[in-house]
C-alpha cells in the first residue's frame, strides 16, 4: 500500500483545493463568520472541509481494496462525520463563557448542559463505539482506545487556538504515527485527510478562515484512531499518558503562553503565519 499515499495524497489535495474557496463563500453567505485577530469576520467551521473531501478522495480505493480494509475506512469516515456534526454544534450555538473540559463537566454537574459538555459526550460515545469496531470482545482493549480517541479529538481542540496551530500539531502526530502505521488503511486514510488540510493550511495560517471544532474534531479523530489501531505496548501507553499529561497542564496553564515561552516551539508555531498573529 506504500504506493497509495502520495497517490492517495495527491488526490485529496486536489479535491479538497478545488471546493475550499467555494465551501468558504457559502460559509460566508450564510452568515456563518466570526472576528479573527483583525477583528475582520471570516467563516467559521471551514474544516467541514476535510470530511467533505475524505469522502470522494476514499471512494476509488473501494474499488482497489479487499472488504476488510474497505470496513477500516468505513469506521475512519463514521468517525470523521460524527466528531464534523459534533464540532460543528459547538462552532455555532457553544458560548465561551465555559472553557476547558473540566469547565463543561463542572456545568454539566451543576444541571447545565453546554454545547462544549455535549461535545465531550457525543465524543467519549463515539469513540467507544470506535473502539469496540477496532477491538470487538476485548473490554480493557476497547477502553483504552476510547480513551486515545477521546483524548486525541479534544487535544486537537486545546491547540486550535491560532491560524495554522491546530494542522501543524496534526501533522506532528501523523508523522510520529507514520512508521507503525505504514502499509495499512490506517496510514491511507491519515493521509488523504492530510492531503486536505495541505490544501486548507494557506488559508488558516492567513487567517481567512477558522477550521474550528469541526475541523479540529475531524483531525483528531483521525489521530486517535490511527493511534488506537496502530501503537502496542509501551507506545500505546506512551501515546496515552502523553494526552493525560497534555490536558493535565492545560487545565492550569496557558498553552498559548507555554509555546511562546519556548524558542524553537514559538518559532514552530509562527512559521508560515503573517505578523500580528501572536
Known amino acids: 500500500m506504500y504506493w497509495e499515499l502520495p497517490a492517495v495524497f495527491t488526490w485529496s489535495f486536489i479535491i479538497s483545493r478545488a471546493m475550499r474557496d467555494r465551501v468558504l463563500c457559502e460559509i460566508e453567505a450564510a452568515g456563518f463568520t466570526r472576528p479573527n485577530f483583525r477583528g475582520k469576520d471570516i467563516p467559521l467551521a471551514a474544516g467541514v472541509v ?29 468517525a470523521m462525520a460524527g466528531a464534523t456534526c459534533l464540532g460543528l454544534a459547538d462552532d ?11 469547565g463543561h463537566l463542572k456545568a454539566l454537574v451543576r444541571g447545565r448542559l453546554t454545547t462544549g459538555a455535549l461535545k465531550a459526550l457525543g465524543g467519549g460515545v463515539l469513540a467507544l463505539i ?6 470487538p470482545g476485548d473490554v480493557l482493549r476497547v477502553l483504552e482506545s476510547a480513551a486515545i480517541i477521546a483524548l486525541s479529538i479534544n487535544a486537537l481542540n486545546l491547540f486550535d487556538l491560532r491560524p495554522g496551530r491546530a494542522g501543524k500539531v496534526f501533522i506532528l502526530f501523523y508523522l510520529l504515527l507514520l512508521p507503525f502505521s505504514l502499509g495499512g488503511p490506517e496510514a491511507v ?24 471544532d469541526a475541523g479540529a474534531n475531524a483531525l483528531g479523530v483521525v489521530i486517535g484512531i490511527t493511534a488506537a489501531a496502530c501503537l502496542d505496548g509501551f507506545f500505546r ?32 508555531d509562527m512559521l508560515g503565519r503573517e505578523k500580528g498573529s501572536e
Open 50 to 78: 476535510f470530511f467533505l473531501a475524505a469522502l470522494p478522495a476514499a471512494l476509488p480505493l473501494f474499488f482497489l481494496w479487499p472488504g476488510a480494509v474497505r470496513d477500516r475506512a468505513l469506521l475512519y469516515l463514521f
Open 92 to 102: 455555532f450555538w457553544g458560548n465561551r463563557t465555559t472553557t476547558g473540559l473540566l
Open 130 to 135: 470506535a473502539g469496540a469496531y477496532l477491538y
Open 189 to 212: 486514510m491519515a493521509t488523504a485527510v492530510l492531503g486536505g488540510l495541505a490544501a486548507f493550511m494557506p488559508v488558516d495560517l492567513k487567517a481567512r478562515a477558522m477550521m474550528g
Open 237 to 268: 501507553w506512551g501515546f496515552l499518558i502523553l494526552l493525560v499529561l497534555l490536558h493535565v497542564v492545560t487545565e492550569k496553564y496557558s498553552l498559548t503562553s507555554i509555546i511562546a515561552g519556548n524558542p524553537l516551539l514559538n518559532y514552530l
